[in-house]
T-cell receptor, first 110, second 110 residues
Framework: GIQVEQSPPDLILQEGANSTLRCNFSDSVNNLQWFHQNPWGQLINLFYIPSGTKQNGRLSATTVATERYSLLYISSSQTTDSGVYFCAVFPTSGTYKYIFGTGTRLKVLA | ETGVTQSPTHLIKTRGQQVTLRCSSQ?????VSWYQQALGQGPQFIFQYYREEENGRGNFPPRFSGLQFPNYSSELNVNALELDDSALYLCASSGRSEQYFGPGTRLTVT
């Protein structure tokens, strides 16, 4: 089955720093989403981005489907950005399920 | 527009018991998916329901079963609970592609 790897696994930043999170997937996908999981477990939608580039405030994302990766950029990080970031892909193989990546745990220090 | 809701928030059960978790999908969404998230891991797909029929299942035993109702709300039932079933159970609803998650039910099996 498809493998979804995220890097780095852990990241510690000072408030105000910028970061790039990466999601690599081993097979073609129809859909890709980025989520932020807060300390209470809620998965918050960041981007639905099967291809191309999107921006939302301090966050932006780029997916290059032909090269099987996606990037999430966080600029001017804030302590509220702390948590775990997941990418999830929907394989083209039609398994009717999202496969989640391994996650990046981000801690932003004040 | 009402988001995805789940009940109960927390639950403690004893090994061997049965449990039912509930999910109300977001308005206009006809597809519900269930995920299990063990501590420190990413969500794992359990199954998906579309118009009251199961149309995809992950690597979970038959004691994990579900239902979807005409209003697209859904239940997850787990029989013969085991200690390893302790996890956060997440429900997601979708219309065409993008999934939206509920706050989850945290199940503890003792």
């Amino acid at each position: 089955g498809i493998q979804v790897e995220q890097s780095p696994p852990d990241l510690i930043l000072q408030e105000g720093a910028n970061s790039t999170l990466r999601c690599n997937f081993s097979d073609s996908v129809n859909n890709l989403q980025w989520f932020h999981q807060n300390p209470w477990g809620q998965l918050i939608n960041l981007f639905y981005i099967p291809s191309g580039t999107k921006q939302n405030g301090r966050l932006s994302a780029t997916t290059v489907a032909t090269e099987r990766y996606s990037l999430l950029y966080i600029s001017s990080s804030q302590t509220t950005d702390s948590g775990v970031y997941f990418c999830a892909v929907f394989p083209t193989s039609g398994t009717y399920k999202y496969i989640f990546g391994t996650g990046t745990r981000l801690k932003v220090l004040a | 527009e009402t988001g995805v809701t789940q009940s109960p928030t927390h639950l403690i059960k004893t090994r061997g018991q049965q449990v039912t978790l509930r999910c109300s999908s977001q308005s206009g969404h006809n597809t519900v998916s269930w995920y299990q998230q063990a501590l420190g891991q990413g969500p794992q797909f359990i199954f998906q329901y579309y118009r009251e029929e199961e149309n995809g299942r992950g690597n979970f035993p038959p004691r994990f079963s579900g239902l979807q109702f005409p209003n697209y709300s859904s239940e997850l039932n787990v029989n013969a609970l085991e200690l390893d079933d302790s996890a956060l159970y997440l429900c997601a609803s979708s219309g065409r592609s993008e999934q939206y998650f509920g706050p989850g039910t945290r199940l503890t099996v003792t």
